[in-house]
């Protein structure tokens, strides 16, 4: 008979003990290998959904993780509010170094949600779909398009909507019309997921709703209620839970007003004196703008020429999502620490359990020694029963976070926004059954020693 059939059948006699230590060994690999899969899946969805964005401008006083997590990443509320002039600036190469140029500035503002899961909603224009580029190239479609919202009908827009501001503060009559939400502008674009939870087709109808669903104050906007015209492809980043619709009808949302313009309190002036001052159609309020910049050190150097302006802020997520990430690397690294004092316990469960049957199997390892069996084939079976009790614990324990990613797999994505991927394998995965199989043969050598140092003669006879 194999030596290694003969440790099966010892772990098989003794079952109910088999099972249960076995069962630490499940619980330590699962954690393990759980807190190995969290950690890659979130370092892999930001460093990946880092690619598009090569600078975000936001307000002055936010912290600059603050903005790239919400613009990009669509964690947290919008950081505040800035004028609308930063973005004409940028485009216009007013205020920027000649390295500072940019290819694009895509101005954004965000503020509501849609459904239960409060998939957010930014409202921008359609270059974010002609001109902003994601992984190289711009946004597919797997349905439809975009909606038409340009540059020049924002800068028409707003001219016609601070036009209206101005006689309401002035107190005109007739006061200018304000600008009407036209039906081509209730139009949305949604991602990928959003598509697939919410059941949603070309054609569909969401409402945006005021902050977030369940939280205090919130209400739906059904003037704003946008029809789909385009449903995106799958990216496995933050825009495939994003909705997109046309800035206009942001700023035309009833209970946006006091949101709309961006007003500075003069020195000596109170808030209701800055409700009576003109405003500018580059006051119009904005949560962020993405830019592209024309040289490969561009957003460095925008940067530096931001530096002084009161106003607004350069974020370079390239470097911003890097510290972020070591952080989360850190809080992960002690984690992985607890799963291996956890193994490290149930290696010590492993030495205790067969340890505590080596006084029953006295008798039988001397009958296997009379039989011809060494003192090295002996301590050979007993690390072979702790080695084959590790290995099935590691890889059912393995078996178990994959089980639990495909199960959990919805609540993690709605809860974090990370995508569990539970059907790849990953080679430290055949490591870490190496590893704890190890960890399982070592534990085993103490009580392997002191049954291969069993003697035959006083343990051959019967124990009456």
């Known amino acids: 008979m194999k030596l290694w059939s003969i440790s099966l059948r010892n772990l098989r006699i003794r079952l109910v003990a088999t099972v249960l230590t076995m069962a630490s060994i499940i619980v330590a690999t699962a954690l393990y290998a759980a807190i190995l899969v969290m950690a890659e899946q979130t370092e892999q969805r930001y460093k990946g959904s880092v690619g598009g964005y090569q600078a ?31 973005c004409m600036d940028l485009r216009s190469g007013v205020g920027v170094s000649r390295r500072g140029q940019v290819r694009y500035a895509v101005p954004q503002a965000r503020g509501d949600s849609v459904s239960r899961f409060n998939f957010p909603v930014i409202a921008t224009l359609d270059e974010m779909f002609s001109k902003y580029e994601w992984q190289k190239a711009p946004l597919v479609f797997a349905a439809g398009g975009p909606f038409q919202f340009g540059w020049d009908d924002l800068m028409a827009f707003a001219t016609e909507l601070a036009a209206h501001e101005n006689g309401k503060r002035a107190g005109e009559v007739p006061l200018p019309p ?21 059941g949603l087709q070309l054609g569909a109808v969401v409402t945006p709703v005021h902050g977030k669903m369940g939280e205090f104050g919130f209400h739906e906007h059904p003037e704003a209620a946008c029809e789909i015209v385009g449903i995106l492809a799958p990216t496995n980043s933050p825009l495939d839970t994003t909705i997109f619709l046309p ?24 808030p209701d004196d800055a409700k009576k001052l003109p405003v500018k159609p580059g006051q119009i309020a904005l949560t962020a703008i993405i830019v592209d ?55 010590v469960s492993i030495t205790v359990a067969i340890y505590n049957t080596m006084n ?105």
């Open 56 to 86: 975000v401008v936001g307000p002055k006083d936010a912290s600059q993780l603050e903005l790239v997590l919400n613009t990009i990443f669509n964690v947290g509320e919008a950081p505040g509010l800035f004028p609308l002039q930063v």
């Open 293 to 347: 910049p024309k040289d490969h050190f561009g957003a460095r150097i925008l940067r530096n020429d931001f530096g002084t302006r009161p106003d607004a802020q350069v974020a370079w997520p390239q470097d911003v999502v890097p510290k972020f990430l070591r952080q989360i690397g850190n809080a992960a690294d002690a984690l992985a620490v607890i799963a291996w004092l956890v193994l490290l316990v149930a290696a």
């Open 178 to 198: 304000r600008p009407l939400l036209k039906k081509e502008w209730c139009k949305a674009v949604v991602g990928a997921r959003v598509a697939r939870t919410l």
């Open 360 to 464: 029953e199997r006295r008798r039988e390892i001397a009958i296997m020694r009379s039989l011809g069996a060494t003192r090295l084939q002996i301590l050979v079976i007993i690390v072979g029963e702790a080695a084959l009790l590790s290995f099935f614990g590691a890889l059912l324990g393995l078996l178990t976070c994959h089980g639990a990613a495909c199960l959990l797999q919805a609540t993690v994505e709605d809860m974090t926004g990370v995508y569990l991927d539970w059907l790849t394998f990953r080679p430290w995965e055949a490591w870490l059954l190496l590893g704890v199989t190890g960890l399982g043969a070592i534990a085993g050598l103490l009580p392997a020693v002191k049954g291969s140092m069993t003697e035959v003669a006083d343990n051959l006879a019967a124990d009456y």
């Open 247 to 270: 800035l206009s009808t942001h700023l035309l949302i009833d209970g946006h007003e006091a949101g709309v313009f961006v007003v500075e309190i003069p020195p000596g002036k109170t």
